[in-house]
């Protein structure tokens, strides 16, 4: 285990991850509750230490399998027998078990042997999510571990459309959801599926807790970014206001420099504040290479 770190079993794109220790070097020792208006995958609160966590995403989509696999947690066994079940219906490649890819195929396409072998069975898994009457949040699941940069999207039908990824299920899922397991057991989080401000304003805060924000950035281009525009960055930035008026410990994360653009309202807002550089590994799903940014930490304590 790097660095003692753990990551998300839903791989999130984006997700803190790779940079969670220098996020935490600036958080409080002794934190109550931890607080995430946009949990995403989970990185954050998988590597945080506190009494209580209180999670919530917007996306109901990724809140439900955050229930359903913290559902699986005292029965992992059953969950894996599901997964294998689901695996073999469709003919997926399991590298975690057994390498079925036949070696030609490795040879002709030395880079996307997983997505030409898994695409049949892809397609297949994703027709049958599609059609079904009832959505099973395990295909679900599923299909984000076999798609394309392991992201969930929609089209606006209400379809998964989302392609086949040159990925499959190998042991670092494997350790993913074990370490999932056995830290929401523990953990025992609250889930959430709301709006942020809605979200944030049922709680009875003290000084005590934490807020950690990672919301949709403003000026970068992401699938997640539908839900953001300067109305929800302006709402976000006056409650983040009213809360430290009221002695309540807050940190954001957000992108300030992106392709030349600048957000300069969240600049202008941070003066106030305490900001820390990050060095950020953000990858945009319409352009997987990493660019050139300023990603910041802004904490009010």
Same mark, same amino acid.
Request: hydrophobic fraction near 35%; aromatic fraction near 16%; charged fraction near 25%.
């Given at each position: ?138 295909? &679900?699941?599923? +299909? =984000?571990?076999?798609?394309? %940069?392991?992201? *969930? /999207? $929609?089209?606006? !039908? ?77 709402? &976000?930035?006056? +409650? =983040?206001?009213?809360?430290? %008026?009221?002695? *309540? /410990? $807050?940190?954001? !994360? ?48």
């Amino acid at each position: 285990m790097k660095n003692n770190v753990v990551r998300s079993p839903l791989f999130y794109v984006g997700d803190k991850y790779k940079i969670i220790n220098e996020i935490k070097n600036h958080f409080p020792q002794n934190i109550h509750r931890f607080v995430e208006p946009f949990v995403g995958g989970g990185s954050v609160f998988m590597n945080t230490d506190a009494q209580e966590f209180l999670l919530n995403d917007i996306d109901r989509n990724i809140i439900e399998i955050h229930k359903m696999l913290c559902g699986y947690a005292s029965n992992k066994d059953f969950f894996y027998k599901k997964v294998d079940s689901i695996v073999e219906q469709y003919g997926l490649s399991c590298s975690y078990k057994k390498d079925i890819v036949p070696k030609e195929l490795k040879k002709d396409f030395v880079k996307t042997f997983y997505a030409r072998f898994n695409k049949t069975g892809y397609e297949k898994l994703r027709f049958d999510y599609n059609h079904s009457s009832s959505r099973s949040v395990l295909m &679900l699941y599923m +299909l =984000l571990i076999y798609g394309f %940069n392991r992201m *969930i /999207r $929609f089209n606006r !039908s209400g379809d998964f459309n989302l392609p086949v990824g040159n990925v499959d299920l190998n042991q670092n899922t494997i350790k993913a959801l074990d370490d999932y397991f056995h830290l929401t057991t523990i953990k025992k989080p609250q889930w959430y599926n709301l709006d942020f401000e809605d979200f944030i304003i049922q709680i009875d805060l003290t000084r005590d807790d934490l807020i950690y924000l990672d919301p949709p950035y403003l000026i970068t281009f992401s699938e997640y970014n539908k839900y953001w525009n300067e109305e929800t960055e302006n709402r &976000l930035l006056d +409650l =983040l206001n009213n809360l430290n %008026n009221n002695n *309540i /410990r $807050f940190a954001i !994360s957000n992108v300030t420099h992106y392709k030349g653009k600048e957000n300069n309202f969240f600049l202008k807002w941070s003066q106030q504040y305490n900001s820390h550089p990050i060095k950020s590994n953000y990858i945009s799903y319409h352009d997987n290479t990493n660019k050139i940014f300023k990603e910041v930490l802004v904490t009010n304590y």
